[in-house]
């Protein structure tokens, strides 16, 4: 009864603005992926690891159920999730900010002037924690896509959206008048990995922060 040799599985986002970062990074790091083309998931040839490739929204659940053991997502979608999951590293890539955007022609009051406004956001948690803590109600709708045209179309008064340039804010008659979060892509883990586990996962870490120097 031979013990299987132990391995780190790693939940990354599987298309999108992660996943050319993500793959990098391994890579920098001495991880080669086998043909990743349409998979589900791959493995390394130089690591022991297996790689799965998911929507980043799910990524949280599959590490706190340790379908995973680690993963790479944003702070945005880690917090929005608010699953037990901890953070190892800050990566450096994906940052971007959750903000509270208004119409451009308005002028900001504000947090209290959004006191009974309609909020159009994807994060209907963090907006609501927003809310709690500034002692204001707001009536959150949550969209999953295109929240930015909200307010164009009668649907919100206000929105709360992920944010690097603002052009797509700017483009849809918007400003950027609050930022609610702070957010780059992080290494998260699950909270039982076993010994071998975590020595893998010191050895990646140590390869992860020499990548981060050389590039400073
Ligand atoms: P999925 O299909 O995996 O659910 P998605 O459409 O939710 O993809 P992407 O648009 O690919 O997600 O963004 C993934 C992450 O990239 C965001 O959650 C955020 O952490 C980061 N990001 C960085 N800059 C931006 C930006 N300007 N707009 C949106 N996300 C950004
Ligand atoms: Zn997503």
Redesign the pocket.
């Given at each position: 009864n031979a013990e299987k040799p132990s391995k780190l599985r790693i939940a990354i986002?599987?298309?999108?603005?992660?996943y050319d970062d993500s793959v990098k990074l391994l890579n920098e790091c001495g991880i080669e992926l086998r043909n990743v083309k349409d998979r589900l998931k791959t493995e390394s040839d130089t690591f022991p690891m297996e790689v799965f490739f998911l929507?980043?929204?799910d990524i949280p659940q599959y590490v706190e159920d340790g379908v995973a053991d680690i993963g790479i997502v944003?702070e945005?979608?880690l917090f929005e999730k608010n699953k037990k999951a901890e953070i190892v590293e800050k990566l450096g890539f994906?940052?971007?900010r959750l903000s509270l955007a208004i119409p451009r022609s308005e002028t900001y009051q504000g947090v209290q002037s959004l006191d009974g406004k309609r909020i159009a956001t994807s994060y209907p948690f963090l907006v609501n924690e927003f809310l709690k803590k500034n002692n204001i109600s707001g009536e959150v709708h949550e969209i999953s896509g295109s929240v930015e045209i909200a307010p164009g179309i009668g649907l919100a008064d206000v929105v709360v959206d992920?944010?690097?340039s603002g052009s797509t804010l700017f483009m849809n008659g918007l400003k950027e008048v609050e930022t609610i979060l702070q957010?780059q892509?992080v290494l998260i883990k699950n909270n039982k990995l076993n010994k071998e586990q975590e020595i893998l996962l010191d050895k990646l870490l140590f390869r992860i922060k020499a990548v981060k120097k050389a590039k400073r």
């Open positions: 986002q599987k298309s999108g603005r992660l929507r980043d929204d944003g945005n979608v994906g940052k971007c992920l944010v690097s957010s892509s």
